[in-house]
């Protein structure tokens, strides 16, 4: 049995109701939370009132709703970039900005990126970062165009990588050259107050930044982000992809707006629970992970189903396509009990233990 095969008919949080058992959850993406957070429903239901459960129009139309710009404010003032540009989701964030800078240019994907980012589906790659990084100065020189873009995750999810970017500062070249970033599983955990990537970035002189994201993963809200300097963020708002896309639910922003606080409780329960779940583990070795982030990713697919035989559920699919084999990695939130990680750990500790003895055995 793989998770996918589990139906349910309620949001997870910390545990899971699935065919009529619970289980403890260390899935998903709400890194937070905020997705069955009682204190942000409040928010939000105060939101719906004002706002209605949906705004049905465009964000070029001739009535515009001040709450749009209030969030896009907030958000450059966050993460300390010049402008933002909110849209439905994080993926319509991505290819708004690849399709506008479609044409005539150089694209050169970092391993991993998000699809979010592909023009095509023939941009997935399971190379090294850090050899594709290596590469990259000659990539740029040997490319015939004189605009370059570099596209890449900010980190890797499913291996639990954090990427160093200090490369970046380095670029030395006559061309014009942009970093597109996306930062979907950084945002809301990773940075300064969460803030992600943007205020870590350091790029040479002359080149320019754009941070894509989505909210709905660590800050709960079902829309995306674009992070850039004023002139980029004028052209993104004369693209069709803007106008002719949904806003976010304004409910949504009012939310996000009033919940500053809100996001930094769970932050530090979330960042707690990383610390006290690493100390409980006799074998820190299984996972691959890096600090205050939630994710922990393990080679040990067999893993899965121990856990799932004693009612724990962990995240366990193939990716980027079915074929693939699985991704198995444990993710916390900041949810999750003392209690929840102790009875976790000593069964991963007991897996531990039992691969040890396989290994000294064969």
Request: contains cysteine.
């Amino acid at each position: 049995m793989f998770a996918q095969d589990l139906i349910t008919e309620q949001l997870p949080g910390r545990t899971l109701l699935a065919d009529g058992k619970e289980y403890l959850y260390f899935s998903g993406t709400s890194y937070l939370g905020m997705a069955v957070n009682p204190a942000f429903q409040e928010y939000l239901q105060e939101g719906i009132k004002r706002y209605g459960t949906n705004y049905s129009s465009s964000r070029l139309s001739n009535v515009q709703l001040a709450v749009f710009e209030e969030a896009e404010h907030y958000l450059v003032n966050y993460t300390g970039t010049e402008a933002a540009l909110t849209v439905s989701s994080g993926f319509l964030a991505g290819q708004l900005v690849v399709r506008t800078f479609a044409q005539d240019n150089s694209f050169l994907y970092g391993p991993r990126t998000h699809p979010a980012l592909w023009l095509n589906t023939q941009n997935f790659n399971n190379y090294n970062f850090e050899e594709w990084a290596e590469q990259v100065p000659q990539l740029i020189y040997n490319s015939a165009s004189p605009d370059i873009f570099i596209l890449f995750n900010s980190l890797d999810p499913l291996l639990a990588k954090k990427y160093d970017v200090s490369w970046l500062s380095t670029l030395a070249s006559t061309k014009n050259i942009t970093c597109i970033i996306d930062d979907s599983h950084g945002f809301g955990v990773t940075g300064k107050n969460g803030a992600g990537i943007s205020s870590e970035l350091s790029l040479p002189e002359g080149s320019r930044k754009i941070v894509v994201s989505s909210l709905g993963k660590a800050l709960g809200i079902p829309g995306g982000v674009i992070l850039s300097d004023e002139r980029t963020i004028r052209e993104l708002r004369k693209s069709p992809f803007f106008g002719g896309g949904s806003p976010i639910i304004p409910a949504y922003l009012y939310a996000f707006l009033r919940a500053p606080s809100i996001y930094q409780r769970a932050r530090e329960k979330l960042f707690a629970n990383i610390t006290y779940f690493k100390s409980l583990l006799n074998k820190p070795g299984l996972f691959q992970n890096f600090p205050d982030y939630p994710v922990f990713y393990t080679p040990y697919n067999q893993l899965y189903h121990f856990l799932l035989q004693q009612d724990i559920l962990i995240s366990s699919f193939s990716y980027p396509t079915p074929t693939d084999e699985p991704v198995t990695r444990v993710i916390l939130n900041s949810l999750h009990a003392p209690g929840d990680m102790r009875q976790l750990a000593t069964l991963i500790n007991e897996f531990g233990a039992s691969q040890h003895n396989m290994l000294l055995q064969s």
